[in-house]
């Protein structure tokens, strides 16, 4: 299993000079691996270190902070998201999510990009059933800002972990993938109505 590094002690101290997410943040390492090495910081890493450290302390206007204003998203989930959506999406994911936690175990970058590897573990809210995700995410990246960005990972098991029984069943066809985009862009309209009129 990865390790996650939470504090300054122990063998954190070792990597002190690494540029590292936050003390609230959880960074991992691959099995029989190590932290990120000291010497390899890519152009962007920070922007990439921002970003997921943004997400473990659940902070979704951060998270959006780091795109630009005509940024693309896509994952399994929502499908393509444009703009504003996509800052709204991780708004409302930070702000719902129940029992999270985040493993950022690798993640690297360019001047124009870069890639990251992550965990998400949580509650999925639906059934109240246990997940970890794991998600490869890639990066365009212009003037500071993610331009593109784009989460891959197995929906079949994901939907397996999620949903139980009917996802071990139905995970793999179109049709169960279109039922949970439709449900996750509801739930993101509905969020972002709420956003701009607030109940009161």
């Given at each position: 299993m990865?390790r996650?590094?939470?504090?300054?002690r122990?063998p954190l101290r070792?990597?002190?000079?690494a540029?590292l997410?936050s003390?609230?943040a959880f960074?991992?390492r691959?099995?029989?691996?190590t932290p990120?090495?000291v010497?390899m910081?890519?152009?962007n890493?920070?922007l990439i270190e921002?970003?997921y450290?943004?997400?473990?302390?659940?902070?979704?206007a951060?998270?959006?902070?780091?795109?630009?204003?005509?940024?693309?998203?896509r994952?399994?989930?929502?499908?393509d998201?444009e703009?504003?959506?996509a800052?709204?999406m991780?708004?409302?994911?930070?702000?719902?999510?129940?029992d999270f936690?985040l493993?950022l175990l690798?993640h690297a970058?360019?001047?124009?990009g870069?890639?990251?590897?992550w965990l998400?573990?949580?509650?999925?809210s639906?059934?109240?059933?246990?997940?970890?995700?794991?998600?490869?995410?890639t990066f365009r990246?212009?003037?500071g800002?993610i331009v593109?960005?784009?989460?891959?990972?197995d929906?079949t098991?994901w939907?397996s972990q999620?949903?139980?029984?009917?996802?071990?069943?139905?995970g793999?066809?179109?049709?169960l993938?279109?039922?949970?985009?439709r449900?996750a862009?509801?739930n993101?309209?509905?969020?972002?109505a709420n956003?701009?009129s607030?109940?009161?």
């Open positions: 990865s996650c590094w939470s504090s300054a122990g070792r990597f002190a000079k540029r997410l003390d609230s960074i991992g691959p099995p029989g691996g990120y090495d010497g910081a890519g152009p890493d920070a921002r970003f450290g943004a997400f473990a302390r659940r902070d979704g951060e998270m959006a902070a780091c795109y630009a204003p005509n940024v693309h998203f994952d399994p989930a929502f499908g998201l703009g504003a959506e800052g709204a991780w708004r409302m994911l930070a702000t719902t999510a129940r936690r493993e690798e970058s360019t001047t124009t870069g890639s990251a590897h998400a573990h949580y509650t999925f639906q059934t109240g059933r246990p997940v970890v995700n794991d998600v490869q995410a990246i212009a003037a800002l593109d960005h784009v989460d891959s990972f929906f098991r939907a999620a949903l139980g029984p009917r996802g071990r069943l139905l793999w066809t179109p049709f993938r279109s039922a949970v985009r449900r862009r509801a993101l309209e509905r969020f972002v956003e701009r607030p109940t009161v």
